[in-house]
């Protein structure tokens, strides 16, 4: 904060341009106000008014150099510099600062190059240099500014330059349209977390408090990276109050929300945050204006807001925002409500998902309320990740190691702008190069490996991904999250695609490639496109197939349905396009669709490409029209089955007839709708050319009455039986999680498990060398089950339970090891029932022997009992 009298902030702003190569920059001139209230707010920055100059529009003159410099050469405690406008590079690749009357062709002479403002500084004798540039090209600055060499007099001297920039490349503001009442984008989120301070610092910040916030924030946005370079200890300047924790911000957020509940907000300043699912709390800190004001543009009219609708087009002022209330309403839909409401329906989120992306992009710390569940340990592991993908993506573009992976994307036809789209990167080859950049950035050796970018070596942390070119994947909310990488070389003797493991933003099961740019998209249309492979994402989109998406290395599932039906429409009404390169592997994806959701399955369609060709090959070969026509619904999914089935047999002979019946019949039967299954059987008895078609549709419906039936007595007996659920979620860990459990599993016999179907299911496991096979070799360990597996039921139920979500959201060793004992402790006590049994028996026949015997076993199983009761896991 300013308190020394020789300080000096020149703030410049550049919004007009003669040269009609740099397009008006409206927002400019507001972010230029907007940092000189924030300077100048005597609560926040405090700095005098007569000590910052402002500086509008501005024409190059060399005597605006002379000026500069005179400034910086008189302050002696801290001079700022703030530039908000163009940044271009001069053809000497050096960055110039726009201003009103600078020449595109000769930006290096008319207009003022970074050099002549680094020149300035690194002669001023002021302690502390504060450079913030907010234009594109800005990170072109990040070069050394030292401070004076002398030696520092003491530790509390503060000595050096702090440089802040908004982008390497081009610098985000929003369209032209919007800019009247806008901020350019890194202006607007910097002056946003000094207002609202950081939760859990100190009563003053340094601009190191407030570049890690800062920067979460901004990515979590998709804003370009911003940049910071220190030198000497200019990081440690107090420059301005923290918000978060004054009383003056503390009462303003009372007046603003008189009804607040101070209880659900923790009062020490070392925990401030909120707690999960607490939305009363949540929504008295954020604004509801400045949340909707994200993606439309509002103008106040009296108490309100008004503006475009961003649910329907239109340009008209038909959504209404009342800030006190917290509330909005549209006219035009005639719907409304609150601020939760609004994330969910705009972003598709569920509400545990909105409430995280407010309270993250307020800069509010999240707290948890339940056991295992780490809000504030997630929000490091997801910006670990985004900064991984911002540098792999710097890597592909500049490292000459990368010109394989290049290589590879021309090949396929993606352009450095595809690559730029997508955020493809590039890893190194080195053992430990992002180690060591996320270590630069504050994350320590357990984050790091937590977030699922490396894994432990001999000597510390190794990178996970080296020598890949790096896909990162997002969930819904557009928070980067993991990453899939392809192999480029010979040499390298991993697997063709390696994904980041499971961790816990990482659930492959819950995740879709590509559905952060395809959701609005896919609801607007109510049509998704489902493909391979995340570079047939790539080639859809460039052809205009926005709705495209895929799985991450797991087979689509009901968890994949349920995250489809927030986007398709509320009752999960909408067409699905699911595109295949080979046949045989469209008939099994074709039926575990089928048999997940039979309602999403009824507006599902069937595309193979020709030749076994992807999207990606195709629009290669014969161009975007191509791929838009190969997506166009095509054959409904349950034509293909039926079809798949009856070319297996000759439908011109009675037998081949009959066969092809009898195979196809149960499966029709397993529709619930007896509508939809009516026209199934009507369908199949075409197919199989059968004019008898009542006949067909007696004997689907016979047999799904008996199925019926059995599914009722199935049901019955697992929900009477808790043992059956803890089998089923003991398998489910063994599967996906076999290092938790093993070895300790493979020591459980197959008669544990009651259930007919699991203890087949442990038996292929046994038969696969154990689940501690799986925790050496977890990327053979699945396709081992699923080969030893005696018959398709028993491989449809490995697949089933290897995907199947499990019960708890964290699931750790603790977890593992109480369904283990649950299970083993039921295992024991139906052991003690049956010797009960087998001692009334012997007692009758006094076969003293035999009795001695069950006794002897009694005694110990009832001590074993106990001791799984007192020590759980360890007594197994």
């Known amino acids: 904060m300013s308190n020394d009298p020789s300080n000096h902030a020149v ?49 190059y003159d060399h005597k605006f150099v002379v000026q500069l410099r005179r400034l910086a050469q008189e302050t002696t405690g801290t001079f700022l510099v703030f530039f908000v406008g163009h940044g271009t590079m001069t053809e000497k690749g050096e960055l110039c600062l726009v201003f009103s009357d600078t020449l595109s062709e000769h930006a290096d002479i008319t207009g003022l190059s970074y050099g002549q403002v680094r020149e300035a500084l690194l002669l001023s004798p002021a302690r502390v240099k504060i450079a913030v540039l907010d234009c594109c090209y800005s990170g072109r600055a990040l ?53 609202e301070g950081v939760p859990g610092k100190a009563s003053t910040l340094t601009l190191d408090d407030l570049w890690v916030p800062l920067r979460s924030r901004i990515l979590s946005q998709g804003l370009p990276m911003p940049g910071r370079r220190v030198d000497d200890t200019a990081s440690d300047f107090p420059f301005t109050r ?9 009462a ?93 329906r705009i972003e598709h989120l569920s509400s545990g998902e909105a409430f995280e992306w407010l309270a993250s992009r307020a800069g509010i710390t999240v707290l948890a309320n339940e056991p295992g569940y780490h809000p504030i340990k997630r ?64 994350f320590s050796n357990s984050e790091i490996i937590a977030s699922g970018l490396a894994q432990e070596g001999r000597r510390g942390p190794i990178d996970r991904f080296r020598g890949r070119l790096m896909w990162p994947i997002r969930d819904i909310g557009g928070n980067v999250v993991g990453f899939r990488a392809r192999k480029l070389r010979e040499m390298d003797n991993g697997p063709k695609y390696l994904n980041t493991p499971e961790t816990e933003i990482y659930k492959k099961n819950q995740i879709l490639y590509g559905i952060d740019l395809a959701k609005k998209e ?112 095509r054959t409904p999914l349950f034509e293909f089955v039926l079809q798949q089935i009856a070319m297996r047999y ?54 799904a009455r008996v199925a019926r039936e059995q599914a009722s007595t199935a049901e019955a007996t697992s929900l009477r039986d808790p043992a059956l659920a803890a089998e089923r979620e003991l398998l489910k860990l063994a599967l996906q999680h076999p290092e938790l459990v093993s070895p300790a599993f493979d020591a459980f016999s197959v008669e544990e498990f009651t259930a007919p179907p699991y203890a ?57 090891g109480s369904i283990l004992s649950q299970v083993r402790q039921r295992s024991v006590d139906r052991r003690i029932a049956e010797l009960s049994v087998a001692l009334g028996i012997s007692s009758v026949d006094d076969d003293r022997e035999h009795t001695e015997r069950v006794q002897s076993e009694l005694w110990t199983l009832h001590q074993y009992r106990m001791s799984l009761r007192e020590r759980g896991a360890e007594a197994l």
């Open 11 to 59: 703030l410049i702003g550049v919004s007009r341009f003669d040269d009609e190569a740099f397009p008006p920059v409206p927002a400019a001139a507001n972010s230029l106000r907007d940092m000189y209230k924030v300077l100048t707010d005597p609560n926040l920055c405090g700095w005098p008014v007569e000590d910052v100059s402002v500086i509008k529009d501005p024409m």
């Open 143 to 195: 070069q050394a500014l030292s401070g004076h060499s002398t030696a520092l007099a003491n530790a509390t001297d503060v000595r050096g330059t702090y440089t802040l920039t908004a982008a390497d490349g081009a610098a985000h503001v929003v369209p032209l349209a919007q800019q009247k009442d806008e901020l350019t984008s890194f202006t607007r989120e910097l002056t946003r977390q000094i207002r």
């Open 242 to 250: 923290n918000a978060a924790v004054s009383a003056i911000a503390a």
């Open 252 to 344: 303003r957020n009372h007046r603003r929300s008189p009804d607040k509940d101070a209880d659900s907000i923790e009062t020490d300043s070392s925990k401030t945050g909120i707690r999960i699912g607490d939305w009363k709390a949540l929504k008295s800190a954020v604004s509801i204006d400045s949340v909707i004001s994200r993606y439309v543009q509002l103008r106040r009219a009296g108490r309100e807001f008004r503006g475009p609708c961003p649910f329907h087009e239109g340009t008209e002022e038909s959504i209404s925002v009342n800030r006190e209330k917290g509330v909005y309403y549209c006219f035009g839909c005639v719907e409304g409500g609150d601020v939760a409401k609004f994330i969910m």
């Open 379 to 442: 929000a490091r592991l997801i910006e670990a990740n985004q900064l991984a993908a911002v540098w792999y993506a710097k890597q592909l573009m500049s490292s000459s190691e990368a010109n394989i992976g290049r290589e590879f994307l021309a090949e396929r036809g993606f352009d450095q702008a595809a690559a730029v789209r997508f955020s493809v990167g590039y890893s190194h080859q080195g053992w430990d190069h992002l180690v060591r950049y996320l270590r630069g950035e504050g």
């Open 522 to 633: 896919i609801a607007i249309t109510k049509h998704v496109v489902l493909v391979e492979d995340h570079t047939d994402v790539m080639a859809c989109h460039l052809a205009g197939v926005a709705t495209a998406i895929t799985t991450c290395g797991a087979a689509f599932s009901s968890d994949h349905i349920k995250l489809l039906r927030r986007l398709l429409s509320d009752d999960g009404i909408g067409r699905a396009v699911f595109v295949f390169n080979d046949r045989a592997v469209g008939e099994e994806a074709s039926l575990r669709t089928y048999d997940n959701d039979q309602n999403f399955a009824a507006e599902t369609y069937i595309a193979i490409t020709p030749d076994g060709t992807g999207p990606c090959e195709l629009r290669l070969a014969k161009g975007d029209e191509a791929v838009v026509d190969l997506v166009k619904p």
């Open 650 to 703: 000759d439908l011109s002979s009675p037998a081949g007839r009959s066969a092809a019946l009898d195979q196809a019949a149960p499966v029709i039967a397993q529709i619930k709708n007896s509508g939809m299954r009516h026209e199934v059987a009507l369908e199949l008895a075409r197919i199989l050319g059968i004019f008898d078609t009542m006949f067909v549709v007696r004997r689907v419906n016979q047999l």
């Open 760 to 816: 087949a299911v442990r038996q292929a496991i046994m038969d696969a060398d154990g689940a501690a096979s799986g925790a050496r070799e977890p990327q053979k360990y699945l396709i081992r089950v699923r080969e030893v597996a005696p018959d398709d039921e028993v491989r449809a139920m490995v697949t089933e339970l290897s995907v199947e979500p499990v019960l708890r959201r964290v699931v750790d060793a603790q977890y593992a």
